[in-house]
């Protein structure tokens, strides 16, 4: 159980276009994901929270307008990279909650953008 | 700023080597996980603990949570290749909304 997918995977985009990526909880459903940004060998930077049927909070430094959120299921959250730019370039990763009010979370495989 | 101080953040030893990995912070955690990550993957969830002074055993991998909630370990016993990768701590800080802060990682390579 807690299977958490993400796609693309992979996904290589032209500078200024935008790009959707799909986090999906497949077993359970998740009131609340997590969008995560990692560069190579470091650590994952949380970018912002979404919440099923409401907007989404972003963490300081952020860019709301940038990095859109939408979470229109409680299987299925989407961040679009709008108008994207060579150092928008990075691994991005969702994770989502099981319900039942423990914190762990449960993350998908990533998405590797790059931005040419 | 509630921080978790991850350490060592590079480890390279030889298989049958012991190891342990440090994670604090000043601030108390209502729980700590710790995750495995290869690259190019997401994060695999190994341990959530809970308890102050919880331990708990997974295989060659030891988990362990400090009685005041502000640290914790991951000791891994005869590290074998397949242990390579980046181990991350996070938790949530209390009254943090269940957002994860993580660690800045250990990058293992255990060689043969």
């Known amino acids: 159980g807690a299977v958490v997918s993400q796609h693309p995977s992979r996904v290589i985009c032209k500078s200024g276009t935008s790009v959707k990526i799909e986090c999906r909880s497949l077993?359970?459903?998740?009131?609340?994901m997590f969008w995560y940004r990692q560069f190579p060998k470091q650590s994952l930077m949380l970018m912002a929270t979404?919440?099923?049927?409401?907007?989404?909070?972003?963490e300081q430094g952020v860019e709301k307008d940038k990095f859109l959120i939408n979470h229109a299921s409680l299987t299925l959250s989407t961040l679009t990279v709008t108008s994207a730019h060579p150092e928008d370039s990075s691994f991005y990763i969702c994770?989502?909650?099981?319900?039942?009010?423990?914190?762990?979370?449960?993350f998908g495989p990533g998405t590797r953008l790059t931005v040419l | 700023t509630q921080l978790l101080e991850q350490s060592p953040q590079f480890l390279s030893i030889q298989e049958g080597e012991n190891l342990t990995v440090y994670c604090n912070s000043s601030?108390?955690?209502?729980?700590l996980q710790w995750y495995r990550q290869e690259p190019g993957e997401g994060p695999v969830l190994l341990v959530t603990?809970?308890?102050?002074?919880e331990v708990k055993k997974l295989k060659r991998l030891t988990f362990q949570f400090g009685d005041a909630r502000k640290d914790s370990s991951l000791h891994i016993t005869a590290a074998q290749p397949g242990d390579t990768g980046l181990y991350l701590c996070?938790?949530?800080?209390?009254?943090?909304?269940?957002?994860?802060?993580f660690g800045q990682g250990t990058e293992l390579s255990v060689k043969p």
């Open positions: 601030s108390v955690f209502s729980s």
């Open positions: 603990v809970v308890t102050g002074g």
């Open positions: 994770s989502a909650k099981t319900p039942g009010g423990t914190d762990t979370q449960y």
């Open positions: 996070a938790g949530p800080p209390y009254n943090q909304g269940g957002k994860l802060i």
């Open positions: 979404s919440n099923e049927g409401s907007k989404a909070t972003y």
């Open positions: 077993d359970f459903q998740a009131t609340t």
